[in-house]
Every structure is written in structure tokens, then in C-alpha cells.
């Protein structure tokens, strides 16, 4: 029963469409978040949500827009794609916000943009 | 702000043999940090949690040490397998909820 998952896997699209990307964690958990893993294996942080409220957002452009429907579910949307939008997506969860429980993650999904 | 470090990037070491992964923090002012393992095109796989408060955690045949004062963590892995090849990761979790990533060690076991 996987806890945190992710769809779609793979998506490869042309430059100036508009993609979804689903989250989805079975763990109870408050908080979730937005990851973004570039071709150098780095992790960065792009949105963080607590009870569907958005606590963190970086700098990421505009066009990256999160919704979560309810606490067990936060969506990215991206439109307008663009070339340097191409790396691994993951969401992740914790129990609560300023809490010392573990993070969990999700397998990821591989965007590729032409 | 927080930096976290992970040196070596790559380390290849042949099978049985016993190894360190380090991971140094330039910010004493944590929560917890945690040892995590990605497999290639896959998600990251949370191996061990250590409190502040915490010197050591050990699951298995892996063992995590945290040296708040210094900044330092090490994942000891004992009697390596093939199967323990991977990327691994430590991430530090900070005051404000922000997590901050190590860019990665990944090992390779020889059988």
C-alpha cells in the first residue's frame, strides 16, 4: 500500500504545453510538499502546504501553480512549459508542520520537455 | 542559511567491505536530520531519523551518528552488499519547517 504516491510517472511533452502532475498520501499526514530534482541529483524545495493552506513557496515562476483539495492530496500544474522545466518532480509528506517526524516521498515523476 | 555537504560524491568499494558516508551542516540549529537512499529512477527511501537530541540511530547493518556541534553526520554501513548501491542523501530539518538536501553520495558495492 504505497504511501505516498505520484502521476504520472513520465510525461514527455512539447514546449508551451500545459501539464498535471497528481499527489496523492494515504499516511494521514498535515503537511506536503513540492520537490523539484534537477539533472545534478539536487533537491529543491519548490511549495510546502499545511492543512491545504500554502505555507512555502520559493521562487519558482508563475507558471508552476500547486492546489491541494484536501489535506491528502496536493496537484502541481505548469503551464506554458519550457525547456529548463525538464527534471524529476517529487511530493512529500510529514506528519505536522514544525514537527520531528520523518519525510516521506513519492517515486517521482519524470518530466521531459522537447 | 543552512548548506549541507556530502562528501565523497562517489565511492566504489568492493564487497563485505565496511563504509563511512559523511555529511556536514554549517548551521547547528536543527530539528532532526535524516539519512535517506534513492535508487536510479526512483524516490527517496528514508533509511534513518535522528533526533537533535539524539547521538546515534542504527537499523540493520546501518548506523547514523549526529554531532550537532560540529556539524556533522556519518551513516556507517557494515558488511556491504551489492544491493546497498545507491545514492544517498542526508537532509537537515530546520526551524520554519525548511528541509535542506546534501547533494548525494553514490556508492557502488563490487561484488
Known amino acids: 500500500d504505497t504511501a505516498v504516491s505520484q502521476t504520472p510517472k513520465y510525461l514527455v511533452t512539447q514546449m508551451g504545453n500545459d501539464k498535471s502532475i497528481k499527489c496523492e498520501q494515504n499516511?494521514?499526514?498535515?503537511?506536503m510538499y513540492w520537490y523539484k530534482q534537477d539533472s545534478k541529483k539536487f533537491l529543491k524545495i519548490m511549495f510546502s502546504?499545511?492543512?491545504?493552506?500554502?505555507?512555502i513557496n520559493e521562487t519558482v515562476p508563475n507558471r508552476f501553480s500547486p492546489k491541494s483539495p484536501d489535506k491528502a492530496h496536493l496537484n502541481l500544474h505548469i503551464n506554458s512549459l519550457e525547456l529548463g522545466d525538464s527534471a524529476v518532480y517529487f511530493c512529500?509528506?510529514?506528519?505536522?508542520?514544525?514537527?520531528?517526524?520523518?519525510?516521506?516521498f513519492g517515486e517521482g515523476s519524470r518530466l521531459t520537455v522537447l | 542559511k543552512q548548506e549541507v555537504t556530502q562528501i565523497p560524491a562517489a565511492l566504489s568499494v568492493p564487497e563485505g567491505e565496511n563504509l563511512v558516508l559523511n555529511c556536514s551542516f554549517t548551521d547547528s540549529a536543527i530539528y532532526n536530520l535524516q539519512w535517506f537512499r534513492q535508487d536510479p529512477g526512483k524516490g527517496l527511501t528514508s533509511l534513518l531519523l535522528?533526533?537533535?537530541?539524539?547521538r546515534e540511530q542504527t537499523s540493520g547493518r546501518l548506523n547514523a551518528s549526529l554531532d550537532k556541534s560540529s556539524g556533522r553526520s556519518t551513516l556507517y554501513i557494515a558488511a556491504s552488499q551489492p544491493g546497498d548501491s545507491a545514492t544517498y542523501l542526508c537532509?537537515?530539518?530546520?526551524?520554519?519547517?525548511?528541509?535542506?538536501f546534501g547533494t548525494g553520495t553514490s556508492l557502488t558495492v563490487i561484488p
Open positions: 537532509a537537515v530539518r530546520t526551524f520554519g519547517n525548511q528541509f535542506y
Open positions: 535522528i533526533q537533535s537530541s539524539q
Open positions: 499516511l494521514g499526514h498535515d503537511t
Open positions: 502546504y499545511n492543512n491545504k493552506e500554502l505555507i
Open positions: 512529500a509528506s510529514s506528519q505536522r508542520w514544525e514537527n520531528t517526524g520523518e519525510l516521506f
